[in-house]
């Protein structure tokens, strides 16, 4: 190739550059243009979905609003399709609502014509009739006018809250259109609608309305399964290359798929115009360059070049004083004649170079004899011609090796590696370097050798280091790299490696798990970019990361949204750098849990303090005239005595006895809620309890047909009297109340230093599923038409929460069909001694006079009922119904009060404690008082505890009244 040639190719060459740089800027302007056509895809894409989406909440708002009317509209259904009509003319997208029952008939419709309807076998009726909330429908064309409409549906429940029917809605297809029209796509771009089932709905700009209601192409199909949306460059409906942007049928708006397209040519129309007319000025410039090449070549090269050509021919034809003699040329070529002068004199040089060169090899020959590495030196058939101490020792137990063939020398194992090794140095003329493990020797057994192979001339030399502790470390290194990479990856965890200047170096599986980014993604970023608020919110000292506290911080998924995360973090350094390990775990699932558990208390306490006030006003409301019959029917009894009402009497007194006791339970709930109901703790003897309620409930059990046996004990129990009497009474009455046939047994069972108060009766059992819920409030088992002869529910919760502030354990065993047994588990207690009890009198002073009882309500009614029961009883009766007409009255009188009886809220605000207290500063003594409420609110129950005096809860019946009077009138 002549240097004419050469030259030019140097200029294409040259040019080269150029070109690449051109190619590559073409390239990046048109992966530039394509990008922004993805962006400006998406952002259109984006813009639909979010009007997409308006348009379907707002069919939503419709069928909510709707299906709240829907009870009351599907009453008539003339009336129904008029309210439907009218509410469609509002909508002017929406082209017909209809109401379906169950059974997908339709009930009415904005359409009276489809009253009647059967549309169950649609498909967004039956996905809405079978639970699934709101649905959008498929594509459809209406029956009666011919319009494609896209269904909307939902259910709708009844006024019991079960669901009745349907509400559904069908919207014009052509929304999308009007929506276009206001704000048009640009020209190149085409959006194209469909269902989940890929069913075109519309394609805009529609030059071609007959691809409506047809499926997609399958390349569009795919797009519509895809699991997320995305950018592809695909084959548009047009038949043209699209930039697509897409959004499956589970993004934003299910159910719907909706895609957005720019035309790739003319989007990316400028960027090639502009790569053509870069081209066009490189060839030309290209061109121009070649000419000057050509001219100057042939001035500046060609001519030099031919006198150094003749000059070389003399001088090896002999002529050794031939010489180019251009000292003061100063180009290359110059500088080459003035080498080829220079290359006499290098002649003698290198003799002289050579001779010094001998003496080196000596010299060297030395030096490595006394080298701590194995050196041996092999000829080209592989003879050793060097070696040595140190080569002599390892290869031949200290003996001389010149001579022998070196490969024979090597143990069994190694000598195929080491003569390929050999062959591939001599061939390649390159060093070759590779390791061995020399065995078989006690000193060289089991030890790793690093063999060096340098082609020197026609020789070979073979260098051997001893690299056992080496292996060894690197050995140690990769098991402890290899078993903290499996900890890290296998761990389900975030784990991170961050330096000082935040920068992510790890980042295992579990961070990939939590975060969404590949380790590729987020290796080398800032740690920011994952946790915004960074890893350490306030500088920490050695010993508090030491501690290896977590907190709580926030991190930010790919897809932008964030994550509630636990961090622990420590700080390490590696001689110069630092660095810190983060664990980030995921509690997500624990937020939610927790933010559940705290709605779940936050409306569990609204609703029972909501209960409780409804029971309070309820029970206050009922126990003002309950009282009033009380008082009325026990004045009655002393005056029907023996004549013919007086049974219709005693039966009358019974209902009220049984709505006494729903009265009772309601306020014992209303007492332990209020935290009033304080025990006092004594010795109880059980067999006098145990005998009480035998008489009290023996002619019970005989008027249902029952057996009621009590087993005698000599027990006494550590609790609170009253409370625990309370709670056998409760079992007892539960039990004779659900027994059919046989008996109720009461007795004790001991168990160490305590026992247990046992109640079976031979009912039907209690199914183990059910045996919770029968100590909730107000839960009854077989008594569906709550019949009151079985109570009403509230005794055994009762029970529970009376045991639960004695300390006492409340147990159940019972299996349907073979009864149940109730054991109270108590505490043992010695017997105390005896003590004898007097029964005041009652009505009479100590002098024989009459005591006088002074009574404030503001119930006419309670007022005269109880002066009617007290006058029976024989005590002289002042009535007033407020403390100030009870205080003049008083002083008309001229007498002071042996006992007061005042009701708890009396006129304008006032109280019977405030009364109480104002009659005992006039009379200036401290009369015995006791307060009457009906009022069972556990803050009204607490007020009256704090007052001071005597309470007794409406309704109080006549016997308990006259011991209480009679009690308060002894003191």
């Known amino acids: 190739m002549s240097i004419l040639t050469r030259l030019v190719l140097l200029v294409l060459l040259a040019s080269l550059p150029a070109i690449g740089i051109l190619a590559h800027n073409s390239l990046t302007a048109i992966e530039a243009g394509e990008r922004q056509a993805e962006a400006e895809a998406r952002r259109l894409l984006t813009l639909i979905q979010d009007e997409q989406q308006r348009v379907v909440e707002g069919m939503r708002g419709v069928l909510v609003t709707v299906a709240e009317m829907a009870p009351r509209l599907a009453v008539d259904p003339q009336q129904c399709s008029s309210t439907l009509n009218r509410l469609r003319g509002r909508l002017p997208r929406v082209r017909g609502i209809a109401l379906t029952d169950l059974d997908g008939s339709v009930r009415c419709a904005s359409d009276a014509k489809l009253n009647g309807l059967m549309v169950a076998a649609l498909p967004h009726i039956r996905m809405a009739l079978y639970g699934q909330g709101f649905v959008v429908g498929d594509y459809a064309v209406r029956r009666s006018d011919g319009r494609p409409v896209l269904p909307f549906a939902a259910p709708y429940t009844d006024g019991t809250g079960r669901m009745a029917g349907v509400v559904s809605i069908a919207l014009d297809a052509g929304w999308l259109r009007e929506y276009l029209a206001e704000k048009p796509l640009p020209e190149n771009a085409m959006l194209v609608l469909a269902d989940r089932n890929g069913t075109l709905l519309g394609r805009f700009p529609g030059g071609d309305d007959q691809r409506v209601g047809k499926p997609l192409p399958e390349p569009l199909m795919a797009l519509l399964r895809a699991p997320s949306d995305g950018v592809m460059e695909v084959t548009g409906l047009d038949g043209e290359p699209r930039i697509l942007a897409y959004a499956p049928v589970d993004q934003k708006v299910r159910e719907l798929f909706l895609a957005v397209g720019l035309d790739r040519t003319e989007a990316l129309r400028p960027v090639t115009a502009a790569a053509e007319r870069s081209a066009f000025l490189l060839a030309l410039a290209a061109a121009l360059s070649l000419a000057a090449a050509w001219?100057?070549?042939?001035?500046?090269?060609?001519?030099?070049v031919a006198r150094l050509k003749r000059v070389v021919e003399r001088w090896s034809a002999g002529d050794r004083g031939a010489r180019i003699g251009r000292p003061g040329d100063t180009s290359e070529i110059g500088a080459l004649g003035r080498a080829f002068d220079s290359m006499a004199q290098e002649l003698q040089a290198r003799e002289q170079a050579r001779d010094a060169a001998h003496a080196a090899e000596h010299r060297m020959a030395a030096i490595l004899a006394a080298s701590t590495d194995a050196v041996v030196e092999l000829d080209e058939e592989g003879r050793v011609t060097f070696a040595n101490d140190k080569a002599a020792r390892l290869f031949g137990d200290g003996g001389d090796l010149?001579?022998?063939?070196?490969?024979?020398?090597?143990?069994?194992g190694v000598v195929e590696p080491f003569a390929a090794r050999?062959?591939?140095?001599?061939?390649?003329r390159e060093p070759e370097e590779f390791e061995i493990r020399l065995a078989g020797g006690e000193k060289?057994?089991?030890?790793?050798?690093?063999?060096?192979?340098?082609?020197?001339?026609d020789r070979l030399a073979v260098y051997?280091?001893?690299?056992?502790?080496?292996?060894?470390d690197e050995r140690a290194i990769r098991r402890a790299v290899e078993r903290h990479r499996s900890l890290l990856e296998t761990a389900a965890d975030a784990i991170l490696l961050v330096d000082a200047k935040g920068t992510v170096h790890t980042y295992n599986r579990g961070a990939e798990r939590i975060f969404g980014h590949g380790p590729a993604d987020a290796v080398g970023t800032d740690v920011r970019r994952l946790i915004p608020g960074g890893l350490i919110a306030e500088p920490l000292s050695s010993e508090t990361l030491a501690d290896g506290v977590a907190r709580e911080v926030e991190g930010r998924r790919r897809d932008g949204l964030a994550v509630p995360l636990e961090l622990s973090l420590s700080a390490w350094s590696d001689g110069g750098d630092r660095f810190f390990t983060a664990i980030l775990r995921d509690i997500t699932e624990r937020k939610r849990t927790e933010s559940a558990l705290r709605r779940a208390k936050d409306q569990a306490e609204r609703a029972n303090r909501a209960k409780s006030r409804f029971l309070a006003a309820a029970s206050h409301d009922l126990r003002q005239p309950v009282q009033s019959l009380f008082f009325l029917t026990s004045a009655l009894g002393e005056q029907t005595q023996g004549t013919p009402g007086h049974g219709t009497l005693t039966t009358m007194q019974q209902a009220l006895e049984a709505l006494k006791r729903l009265?009772?339970?309601?306020l014992d709930i209303s007492k332990l809620d209020a935290g009033v109901v304080e025990p006092v703790s004594t010795t109880v003897a059980i067999q006098p309890l145990f005998e009480r309620l035998a008489a009290e409930?023996?002619?019970?059990a005989a008027r249902r047909g029952l057996t009621l046996r009590v087993v005698p004990t000599t027990l006494h129990a550590r609790s609170d009297p009253m409370l625990l009497e309370r709670v056998v009474r409760n079992l007892l009455d539960n039990a004779l109340r659900y027994t059919g046939r046989g008996g109720v047994l009461l007795g004790v069972r001991r168990s160490r230093r305590r026992f247990h108060i046992a109640v079976c009766d031979s009912g039907a059992g209690i199914p183990p599923d059910r045996q919770e819920d029968i100590f909730e409030e107000f839960t009854q088992l077989g008594n569906p038409e709550r019949d009151r002869e079985k109570g009403l529910g509230l005794g055994l919760a009762i029970v529970r929460r009376l045991c639960a502030l004695l300390g006492h354990s409340v147990a159940l065993r019972s299996r349907p069909g073979s009864g149940s047994t109730f054991l109270v588990t108590v505490p043992a207690a010695e017997p105390p001694r005896s003590a004898v009890t007097t029964v005041p009198a009652v009505g009479r002073t100590e002098g024989g006079g009459c005591r006088l009882v002074l009574i404030i309500d503001d119930e006419v009614i309670i007022l005269m009922g109880l002066r009617a029961m007290l006058e029976g009883w024989g005590y002289e009766v002042i009535a007033a119904t407020a403390g100030d007409e009870a205080i003049r009255l008083l002083d008309e009188a001229g007498r002071r009060p042996d006992v007061i009886l005042a009701d708890y809220r009396l006129r304008n605000g006032k109280t019977g404690p405030e009364a109480l207290r104002a009659i005992h500063a006039h009379c200036r003594a401290a009369i015995p008082s006791i307060i009457l409420t009906g009022d069972t609110a556990p803050e009204r129950i607490v007020e009256a505890q704090r007052s001071g005096f005597a309470i007794l809860h409406k309704p109080?019946?006549?016997?308990?009244?006259?011991?209480v009077v009679a009690e308060a009138g002894s003191r």
């Open 956 to 963: 109080v019946s006549s016997h308990h009244l006259k011991q």
């Open 464 to 472: 051997a280091q001893d690299v056992t502790r080496r292996k060894e």
């Open 663 to 666: 009265l009772d339970g309601l």
């Open 444 to 457: 060289r057994g089991g030890d790793w050798y690093a063999l060096r192979l340098f082609a020197t001339g």
């Open 697 to 700: 409930y023996a002619p019970e």
């Open 402 to 412: 010149v001579g022998h063939v070196f490969v024979a020398l090597l143990p069994p």
């Open 295 to 304: 001219v100057g070549a042939r001035l500046f090269v060609l001519r030099p």
């Open 422 to 428: 050999l062959r591939d140095a001599l061939a390649r």
